[in-house]
Nanobody
Framework: QVQLVESGGGLVQAGGSLRLSCAAS????????MAWFRQAPGKEREFVAA????????LYADSVKGRFTISRDNAGNTVYLQMNSLKPEDTAVYYC?????????????????WGQGTQVTASS
């Protein structure tokens, strides 16, 4: 089993920055692909970014490309989401997710493990 714990959310003015962290623990926590999703009230959970464990290649949603950066530490146990130039439409609960298999990185159904979520609010 793998446990994921997010931190770093908060309230920021539009144009500001936040960095989210996701600490992974448990078996094979360093050999899982990790991602960030977000869910705004009344909307479906949507893909934000992902990073593969083996080559650390990354994927981004078009809406965050050039503004958000996903990374993981050398030990592989912590994943970060650096969010710059935040917009009011980025306001959502952000979830960290982990997957051990192969599949569609953009779909929440691919991921087996989820954190509890952290609120990000960008005010206009």
């Amino acid at each position: 089993q793998v446990q994921l714990v997010e931190s770093g959310g908060g309230l920021v003015q539009a144009g500001g920055s936040l960095r989210l962290s996701c600490a992974a623990s448990g078996r094979t926590s360093t050999s899982i692909d990790m991602a960030w999703f977000r869910q705004a009230p009344g909307k479906e959970r949507e893909f934000v970014a992902a990073i593969r464990w083996n080559d650390r290649s990354t994927l981004y949603a078009d809406s965050v490309k050039g503004r958000f950066t996903i990374s993981r530490d050398n030990a592989g146990n912590t994943v970060y989401l650096q969010m710059n130039s935040l917009k009011p439409e980025d306001t959502a609960v952000y979830y960290c997710a982990g997957a051990t298999g192969r599949g569609d990185y953009y779909s929440p159904h691919f991921y087996e493990y989820w954190g509890q979520g952290t609120q990000v609010t960008a005010s206009s």
